[in-house]
């Protein structure tokens, strides 16, 4: 079998993955497919689905820097032997919007600034195809906005193809709706804010544009600077395009079964996984087409506690993601719900469902609205499509990992208003489980119901 190939666990360069041999799960599939679509791509799915690691590995492919680089990275991959003719013709610019924030009055002021860094970074990438009079002029340029338009106006003149990458197109838009509110966010995403004009210019000036995020709904306020861009999202050819399959997870599994790194049974792992793990469908065309999907950094760190430890985690809920959750509970709203979001809640958590409509996109100031809400829940992982009913979508709550998430937000709320030690009651049903003190733990509940 050779060197056993490692749990790209938290790995998001793809270049990092072949080379370093770790495992890799093949989605280079798609590319065909992605390419027989729009040239200007939105792409949106919850967090730890995989999403840098899709960006970066079209940046591979396509970048005309590592163009001499395919065999090495996509050889033993599905592209290797189905090459499109696009392979290796681009330039590329990266751009990965999480990298910025600071101060509400700094950020036109950093977007620039690593605009420009980003900016400075592609000509090194790429200084061979210019001449010493343009270089000399791109560099001499401070502002990000001026290298890009002296850019725009020498690739158009060569006739260099451009394609640009966008990874967390949403991020600090979304943290400056929730922290600053609508209206500073509307500042920056309308008439002349510094972020809607960046992506007028990025419409006329890059042959391709792939970007991705969590959320439509800074990709809705900035349709007047960028209304060429065609959502994907909810396209059933590309619902298996992140995340795994179960039988992508049983030929992992079986991989390092074989490599004699994985003791068990293997059904049996897949069984205790599906339940957390699983059931994640983002078109209705796929409800009775496509398996269901696994969050793939889920999986990953189950395996590495079975490979390890030799047994599944203590938490089966991956700890790292907690972060996550945090800042997802922010970004929809959930320490500010009104009454009737609240209601919305309190229903998906005792029913596991909600009928509505899905919206492809929404507003910054239509995310309070209740109807909108369940469409806001399924764009973050909350809800998954489980059936339909007429012109409606039945959204469900797709595993136990989220029905966790929403019965902790529901604890939060009564907490807040009558604070019980949940640590005493553990102890307490602890007693009653291991030496039959049942009277303790039942007036405890009863009291407390009192």
């Known amino acids: 079998m050779g060197t056993i190939k490692g749990i790209p666990y938290g790995m998001s360069n793809f270049e990092d993955v072949i080379t370093q041999n770790r495992?890799?799960?093949?989605?280079?599939?798609?590319?065909?497919?992605?390419?027989?679509?729009?040239?200007?791509?939105?792409?949106?799915?919850?967090?730890?689905?995989?999403?840098?690691l899709l960006l970066s590995m079209l940046r591979s492919y396509y970048d005309l820097s590592q163009k001499d680089k395919f065999q090495q990275l996509f050889g033993n991959l599905w592209i290797g032997q189905n090459t499109t003719p696009l392979q290796g013709k681009y330039q590329m610019l990266y751009l990965d919007f999480s990298k910025i924030g600071g101060n509400?009055?700094?950020?036109?002021?950093?977007?620039?600034?690593?605009?420009?860094?980003?900016?400075?970074?592609?000509?090194?990438?790429y200084?061979?195809?210019?001449?010493?009079?343009?270089?000399e002029r791109f560099s001499t340029a401070?502002?990000?906005?001026?290298?890009?338009?002296?850019?725009?106006?020498?690739?158009?003149?060569?006739?260099?193809?451009?394609?640009?990458?966008?990874?967390?197109?949403?991020?600090?838009?979304?943290?400056?709706?929730?922290?600053?509110?609508?209206?500073?966010?509307?500042?920056?995403?309308?008439?002349?804010?510094?972020?809607?004009?960046?992506?007028?210019?990025?419409?006329?000036?890059f042959d391709r544009i792939f970007m991705i995020?969590?959320?439509?709904?800074?990709?809705?306020?900035?349709?007047?600077?960028?209304?060429?861009g065609w959502n994907i999202s909810t396209n059933p050819l590309f619902n298996q395009m992140l995340g795994f399959s179960e039988e992508d997870v049983r030929t992992m599994l079986r991989y390092y079964q074989e490599a004699g790194q994985l003791q068990g049974d293997i059904?049996?792992?897949?069984?205790?996984?599906?339940?957390?793990?699983?059931?994640?469908?983002?078109?209705?065309?796929?409800?009775?087409?496509?398996?269901?999907?696994?969050?793939?950094?889920?999986?990953?760190?189950?395996l590495r506690n079975r490979i390890q430890l030799n047994k599944s985690p203590k938490q089966m809920i991956d700890p790292n993601t907690r972060t996550d959750y945090n800042k997802m509970k922010k970004l929809i709203q959930l320490d500010r719900l009104d009454g009737n979001r609240k209601g919305v809640i309190k229903r998906i958590?005792?029913?596991?469902?909600?009928?509505?409509?899905?919206?492809?996109?929404?507003?910054?100031?239509?995310?309070?609205?209740?109807?909108?809400?369940?469409?806001?829940?399924?764009?973050?992982?909350?809800?998954?499509?489980?059936?339909?009913?007429?012109?409606?979508?039945?959204?469900?709550i797709p595993n136990t990992n989220v029905r966790k998430q929403y019965y902790e937000y529901?604890?939060?709320?009564?907490?807040?208003?009558?604070?019980?030690?949940?640590?005493?009651?553990?102890?307490?049903f602890n007693d009653m489980a291991f030496d039959g003190q049942w009277r303790p733990a039942l007036e405890f509940i009863a009291k407390a119901y009192k």
């Not at 093949?26 to 939105?42: G, H, S, V």
């Not at 069984?271 to 065309?285: L, R, S």
């Open 23 to 52: 495992y890799y799960v093949d989605k280079t599939m798609y590319i065909p497919m992605l390419e027989d679509q729009a040239n200007y791509l939105i792409f949106i799915r919850p967090r730890r689905f995989g999403k840098s």
């Open 104 to 125: 509400i009055d700094e950020l036109p002021q950093r977007f620039d600034s690593y605009s420009a860094v980003q900016l400075d970074g592609f000509l090194n990438r």
């Open 127 to 135: 200084r061979e195809y210019y001449t010493d009079e343009f270089i």
């Open 142 to 205: 401070e502002k990000g906005i001026d290298k890009l338009h002296i850019l725009d106006d020498e690739a158009r003149r060569q006739g260099y193809p451009l394609y640009l990458i966008i990874d967390e197109y949403d991020n600090f838009t979304n943290v400056v709706l929730n922290e600053k509110g609508n209206e500073i966010y509307h500042a920056i995403t309308h008439a002349s804010g510094f972020y809607r004009d960046a992506f007028k210019n990025y419409k006329g000036m």
């Open 213 to 228: 995020g969590v959320s439509p709904v800074t990709l809705d306020d900035l349709s007047s600077g960028y209304n060429i």
């Open 267 to 302: 059904e049996e792992m897949i069984q205790e996984m599906k339940p957390w793990y699983d059931n994640y469908c983002f078109a209705e065309e796929s409800l009775d087409k496509d398996p269901k999907m696994f969050n793939c950094d889920m999986v990953l760190y189950y």
């Open 349 to 396: 958590a005792e029913e596991g469902k909600i009928m509505t409509n899905l919206y492809q996109s929404f507003s910054a100031d239509q995310i309070t609205n209740p109807e909108i809400f369940p469409s806001l829940l399924f764009y973050y992982g909350m809800l998954t499509i489980i059936g339909t009913r007429g012109n409606l979508t039945i959204l469900g």
């Open 410 to 428: 529901i604890l939060e709320e009564y907490q807040n208003h009558h604070y019980i030690n949940l640590i005493d009651i553990e102890i307490l």
